[in-house]
């Protein structure tokens, strides 16, 4: 899935990201998604995971259930 976003989020902004939305995250998920960012990812990769983070607790249940899957997908 390619962002429409033409910003280029770093490592620590996608950390950030990570961190303020994960009292909304399943456990799982933010598992995935800080093991993602302990090895270094390809920027289209950090891209999509920060915008799959934002607004992450703003998101109905079946949105967050098909980021979820998407934030699993991501390798």
């Known amino acids: 899935m390619a962002s ?3 910003i280029d989020h770093t490592p620590e902004q996608v950390k950030e ?5 994960h009292p909304f995250l399943p ?4 598992d ?5 960012l302990r ?3 390809h ?5 999509e995971l920060f915008h799959l983070l934002k ?3 703003l998101a109905e249940t079946r949105e967050r ?4 899957e998407k934030i699993l997908a991501l390798a």
């Open 43 to 47: 920027q289209e990769t950090l891209n």
């Open 39 to 41: 090895q270094e990812q």
């Open 27 to 30: 456990a799982n998920i933010y």
């Open 32 to 36: 995935k998604a800080a093991g993602l």
């Open 65 to 68: 259930k098909t980021r979820d």
């Open 55 to 57: 607004k992450y607790d």
């Open 17 to 21: 990201k990570l961190e303020s939305q």
């Open 4 to 6: 429409s976003c033409p």
